[in-house]
T-cell receptor, first 112, second 116 residues
Framework: AQSVTQPDIHITVSEGASLELRCNYSYGATPYLFWYVQSPGQGLQLLLKYFSGDTLVQGIKGFEAEFKRSQSSFNLRKPSVHWSDAAEYFCAVGVNNNDMRFGAGTRLTVKP | GAVVSQHPSWVICKSGTSVKIECRSLDFQATTMFWYRQFPKQSLMLMATSNEGSKATYEQGVEKDKFLINHASLTLSTLTVTSAHPEDSSFYIC????????????FGPGTRLTVL
């Protein structure tokens, strides 16, 4: 069965430090991969997506993610975190029949 | 483009009453709409998928008589929580897709339901 794993429930980084959020998936074919961010009480905002082509994907707000087929991973990165990046981050996999499966989420806290 | 709205953004109701939540695709025709439920500090759980003019397909464990979904047009889907109880309190998020090859869904801002 398709699944998405975000191993880190909560990550704390200092403002200005680099960030990497991990995402691993289990899916038989080449997946469609997404990263979303959610602020408290808000809906989901798409950060970036991967469908095909270049495995390094650039998104909004300075985020990027790299698709590594051999590791079944799609980790999200940002070189320098801002206090406004504190939020919940969800990795998602698009599967057949318009379905989408979400990881459990990683909560990011940014220290001053 | 691809904007999805939800109304209301929050609602408080008494136990036993029914609540309707609307999901609209504002600038595209949504062939498929999805309803998710999110408990505090948890991920999104798909409740049901609906195609315009067809009955919704519910995920296992979701009571279809409890959560009525209507997708009457290509821009509107509604979720009605019937005879709501406090355990139905949650954040409900809809999304819509216009049938691209990549299954991309566009998400609404969510509706916070509190049942007293």
């Amino acid at each position: 069965a398709q699944s998405v794993t975000q191993p880190d429930i909560h990550i704390t980084v200092s403002e200005g430090a680099s960030l990497e959020l991990r995402c691993n998936y289990s899916y038989g074919a080449t997946p469609y991969l997404f990263w979303y961010v959610q602020s408290p009480g808000q809906g989901l905002q798409l950060l970036l997506k991967y469908f095909s082509g270049d495995t390094l994907v650039q998104g909004i707000k300075g985020f990027e993610a790299e698709f590594k087929r051999s590791q079944s991973s799609f980790n999200l990165r940002k070189p320098s975190v801002h206090w406004s990046d504190a939020a919940e981050y969800f990795c998602a996999v698009g599967v057949n029949n318009n379905d989408m499966r979400f990881g459990a989420g990683t909560r990011l806290t940014v220290k001053p | 483009g691809a904007v999805v709205s939800q109304h209301p953004s929050w609602v408080i109701c008494k136990s036993g009453t029914s609540v309707k939540i609307e999901c609209r695709s504002l600038d595209f025709q949504a062939t498929t709409m999805f309803w998710y439920r999110q408990f505090p500090k948890q991920s999104l759980m798909l409740m049901a998928t609906s195609n315009e003019g067809s009955k919704a397909t519910y995920e296992q464990g979701v009571e279809k008589d409890k959560f009525l979904i209507n997708h009457a047009s290509l821009t509107l889907s509604t979720l009605t929580v019937t005879s709501a109880h406090p355990e139905d309190s949650s954040f409900y998020i809809c999304s819509a897709s216009y049938g691209t090859a990549y299954n991309e869904q566009f998400f609404g801002p969510g509706t916070r339901l509190t049942v007293l």
